[in-house]
Nanobody, 124 residues
């Protein structure tokens, strides 16, 4: 089992940057693919980015591609989401999630473990 705790959210002006962190506790963090998702009020939870367990492969939603970078440090049991050129439409609660195995997914239902989320608010 894996416990996930996100941090790094906050209020930022449009065009600014934030770096989200997701600290994992439990066993074998490096055996999990990791993903970031977000959910805005009144909307479905949507995929943002994913990374394989070794960090060798990453994949991004079209809406954030080029502005966001997912990375991980398996020695620190942490996955990161660097977000640049933020827009008001990026405002949402951001969640990290873990899926066991070597494949990553874009569908939230595929992920077994979830953090509690961290709020990101981008002002115009």
């Amino acid at each position: 089992q894996v416990q996930l705790v996100e941090s790094g959210g906050g209020l930022v002006q449009a065009g600014g940057s934030l770096r989200l962190s997701c600290a994992a506790s439990g066993r074998a963090f490096s055996s999990y693919g990791m993903g970031w998702f977000r959910q805005a009020p009144g909307k479905e939870r949507e995929f943002v980015a994913t990374i394989t367990r070794t960090g060798g492969i990453t994949y991004y939603a079209d809406s954030v591609n080029g502005r966001v970078t997912i990375s991980r440090d398996n020695a620190k049991n942490t996955v990161y989401l660097q977000m640049n050129s933020l827009k008001p439409e990026d405002t949402a609660v951001y969640y990290c999630a873990a899926v066991p195995g070597g494949t990553t997914y874009v569908a939230p239902i595929a992920y077994r473990y979830w953090g509690q989320g961290t709020q990101v608010t981008v002002s115009s």
